[in-house]
C-alpha cells in the first residue's frame, strides 16, 4: 500500500477564498482522522471518522470548516470562507482501529497558506 | 483529559551518542502509546508503537519502554547518526472530548546530531 494520501501537498490561497484538502486512507483501514498542526498549538485533532462517518467533530475550530467521507477510500477537509489565521500544516491519518487501539499512519500533510 | 509532556524540547548531540527522549503523560489509563518521527516538512512516520503488556519494544537501535503507572515513555536511541535528526513525538491516547482514545501528542523533542 502507498501508505496516506494527501493533495494537495502545498495550497497558498487568499483570505476568502474556499479551500479543499483531500486524503486517501489506507486500504482497510476503517478510521480517518485529520490533524491541523501549528507552532503555537502542534498538532491536534479536528474531526475523526469510522467507516465514512463522522464520529466526533468537536475539534473542529469553526463553522468554516466541514469535512466529509463520500465513500471508504476518500475525504475531505473544506474551508470556507479561509482566513490568515487557518494557515496551518493539515494531516490525515489512518488506522485499522481507533487509535488508542492499532497503529495510525499519517500522510505527508498539506502546508496551507492564506494570504 | 491527556497531558502529555516532552523533555528535552530540543536536544543536539555529537554522532556516536546513546541518548534518551522522555515522554510523561498525565492518564495511565491507556492501551498503548506510539512514537512518531517528523522531518522538517514532511509528515509523521511511525517508530513504535508499545503495548501496555509490552513494556518494551524494540526497532533497529531504538528502544522505546512504557511504564503505565508513573505515566512515562523513554526512547532510546543508539549509537546516534545524523541521519536521526528530526522531531520525536510522543503519543499516548486519552479522552477526547466524547470519545476516548484517539492520539494526543506532545510538542515533541528535535534532535539534532553532529557529524
Not at chain 2, 495511565?28 to 511511525?46: E, H
Request: a neutral charge; charged letters at 20%; hydrophobic letters at 35%.
Amino acid at each position: 500500500d502507498a501508505g496516506v494520501i494527501q493533495s494537495p501537498r502545498h495550497e497558498v490561497t487568499e483570505m476568502g477564498q474556499e479551500v479543499t484538502l483531500r486524503c486517501k486512507p489506507i486500504s482497510g483501514h476503517d478510521y480517518l482522522f485529520w490533524y491541523r498542526q501549528t507552532m503555537m498549538r502542534g498538532l491536534e485533532l479536528l474531526i475523526y471518522f469510522n467507516n465514512n462517518v463522522p464520529i466526533d467533530d468537536s475539534g473542529m475550530p469553526e463553522d468554516r470548516f466541514s469535512a466529509k467521507m463520500p465513500n471508504a477510500s476518500f475525504s475531505t477537509l473544506k474551508i470556507q470562507p479561509s482566513e490568515p489565521r487557518d494557515s496551518a500544516v493539515y494531516f490525515c491519518a489512518s488506522s485499522l482501529f481507533l487509535q488508542g487501539y492499532s497503529e495510525a499512519f499519517f500522510g505527508q500533510g498539506t502546508r496551507l497558506t492564506v494570504v | 483529559k491527556q497531558e502529555v509532556t516532552q523533555i528535552p524540547a530540543a536536544l543536539s548531540v555529537p554522532e556516536g551518542e546513546n541518548l534518551v527522549l522522555n515522554c510523561s503523560f498525565t492518564d495511565s489509563a491507556i492501551y498503548n502509546l506510539q512514537w512518531f518521527r517528523q522531518d522538517p516538512g514532511k509528515g509523521l512516520t511511525s517508530l513504535l508503537l508499545i503495548q501496555s503488556s509490552q513494556r518494551e519494544q524494540t526497532s533497529g537501535r531504538l528502544n522505546a519502554s512504557l511504564d503505565k503507572s508513573s505515566g512515562r515513555s523513554t526512547l532510546y536511541i543508539a549509537a546516534s547518526q545524523p541521519g536521526d535528526s528530526a522531531t520525536y513525538l510522543c503519543a499516548p491516547p486519552g479522552g477526547y472530548g466524547g470519545s476516548q482514545g484517539n492520539l494526543i501528542f506532545g510538542k515533541g523533542t528535535k534532535l539534532s546530531v553532529k557529524p
